[in-house]
């Protein structure tokens, strides 16, 4: 008998020891959460976009604001750079450029000239 035991107990060892490492194992509980795809038609999407929309609308809406100012501010520069020269060249002695006001003035009483 012992000559049969001998190379039973070297092949039982090793399945031994690996039952014994899966024995050790704890059980793995996966837990599974549930994902709900919802079409792109959802309240929060089409909230999200009204919301994008909105503030689209509200920075176009500055932007068209400070462009016109510009616009009117440059078209007030350039008015005054053809009033200036108007002023500068014109026959009437008594006219002068005022800087700070942007207007042609008349020297002696102090009333814009139409040069």
């Known amino acids: 008998m012992f000559s049969w035991q001998s190379p039973l107990s070297k092949a039982a060892l090793p399945l031994v020891l690996l039952a014994s490492l899966f024995a050790l194992q704890h059980n793995a509980k996966a837990e599974t959460k549930r994902l709900i795809f919802e079409n ?21 809406r500055l932007r068209t604001k ?6 009117k ?5 350039d008015r005054a750079l053809d009033s200036r020269d108007a002023c ?19 020297r002696t009483t102090g009333r814009p000239v139409v040069p």
């Open 73 to 77: 501010d440059f078209d007030k520069s």
């Open 66 to 71: 400070v462009n016109q100012r510009r616009e």
């Open 88 to 106: 500068e060249q014109s026959l009437n002695f008594n006219a002068y450029w005022e800087p700070n006001t942007l207007r042609c003035l008349d």
């Open 40 to 60: 792109a038609d959802s309240a929060l999407t089409k909230e999200e976009a009204r919301q994008q929309k909105e503030q689209w609308d509200e920075t176009r």
